[in-house]
């Protein structure tokens, strides 16, 4: 096929006719390239554009960083064109080209191109129509990095003052422990309450250091051990049945699971009080919230759920995301997020469902494999 054939099909020359490109046929060269070749060099001059007839480029950025020196910016694929910023400012070239997979691309001088535009200026037009799809592509890429860049921002200022809350409760937290301890050696009967006091205490630390992990990144090994189901959930519902019972919401657990079931108890303890903590609070009305529990195949499913009004349509592709909450007067947006990271370092998996006609299910699958 020649050059000027294969012209027909870019968007730059729609309008015109194979006859019309006849004229520029020796300045329109068909080129092949490997992976890892580099079609454009940042700064170099601008000679050419490139239609990408198949295969793969990736374009970057230098940056002034030894960590990262390259900024990928986007990848162009099959029927897309690179290179026309040059020709059009006249400019060295503003970044790099890299071909990711095997291409074979269209290279349409500057000076024919030039020459075809005055004589047919609704190339320009094509062109601009071209350079308006990207620039609409790049704000919106901008906008979604910005976002990114706020996010690790925040979770970089709430690092420092968690790390700073560590530091000033650890004394307190101590003292309250060591009491509690002191009342129990005391008085022996009371040993029920000070060991929730102990428990509780420590809950507390456990939570901070939690939010202090999510916001540096850092990836917790749970320690798996052996859990008896009808214990945890009998500890979830002492727990929160006083405060229901206050808003007539009925607190249920279901379960037929005779054998142990294994996972980091304090963790996914954490993760349980979470998800009926959201419930009740997102539930105006009196209504129920039931958590089940199933085990086959090798994996223990835990849900939650509840007919209170739903997650809203537009958080529901980004609720495990921080920072993403329901408009709470107190939620962070980090109660989620948190839960879904607890998951899955336990290799597990964690998914929203939306209830008809209206309410939440929220399913933690946890692998059951012992080695």
Not at 87 to 109: F, H, K, M, Q, W
Not at 185 to 210: A, G, H, T
Not at 219 to 236: C, G, H, W
Request: charged fraction near 30%; include cysteine; glycine fraction near 4%.
């Amino acid at each position: 096929m020649k050059a000027s054939e294969a012209c027909k099909s870019i968007l730059l020359f729609q309008g015109l006719k194979e006859e019309d490109l006849v004229p520029y046929e020796e300045d329109l060269k068909k080129r092949k390239f490997k992976v890892g070749d580099l079609i454009i060099t940042e700064h170099d001059n601008a000679n050419s554009l490139f239609y990408i007839m198949q295969g793969k480029v990736t374009i970057k950025k230098s940056l002034k960083s030894m960590e990262s020196p390259f900024a990928e910016l986007t990848t162009l694929q099959e029927g897309e064109v690179f290179g026309e910023m040059g020709i059009i400012s006249d400019a060295p070239r503003s970044a790099t080209v890299e071909v990711l997979e095997d291409v074979e691309v269209l290279d349409i001088n500057k000076e024919a191109f030039v020459r075809l535009s005055y004589k047919h200026p609704v190339v320009m037009i094509n062109l601009m129509q071209t350079l308006s799809t990207r620039l609409r592509d790049t704000n919106e890429r901008f906008v979604e990095l910005l976002d990114e860049m706020l996010r690790k921002n925040r979770l970089m200022t709430i690092g420092m003052a968690v790390s700073r809350v560590i530091h000033d409760i650890k004394t307190p937290l101590t003292v309250i422990i060591l009491t509690a301890q002191l009342i129990e050696n005391l008085y022996p009967d009371s040993d029920k309450f000070s060991q929730s006091i102990v428990k509780q205490s420590r809950l507390i630390d456990q939570m901070v250091r939690e939010i202090l992990d999510f916001a540096r990144g850092v990836e917790v090994t749970p320690v798996i051990q052996k859990v008896d189901l009808n214990s945890f959930f009998e500890e979830l519902q002492k727990c929160h049945e006083t405060a229901m019972k206050g808003r007539d919401i009925d607190l249920v657990f279901e379960h037929k699971i005779t054998e142990p079931v294994y996972f980091d108890e304090n963790k996914i303890r954490r993760v349980m009080e979470n998800l009926i903590k959201n419930a009740s609070e997102a539930m105006i009305e009196p209504g129920e919230i039931r958590v089940t529990a199933t085990k086959s195949s090798g994996w223990l499913q835990i849900s939650v759920i509840d007919n209170g009004p739903g997650v809203p349509m537009s958080i529901r592709d980004s609720i495990f995301q921080p920072f993403v909450t329901e408009e709470k007067q107190r939620g962070t947006g980090l109660g989620l997020p948190i839960c879904h990271k607890i998951v899955m370092e336990h290799k597990g998996r964690m998914e929203y469902f939306p209830v008809e006609p209206h309410g939440s299910r929220f399913d933690v699958r946890l692998p059951q494999t012992v080695k």
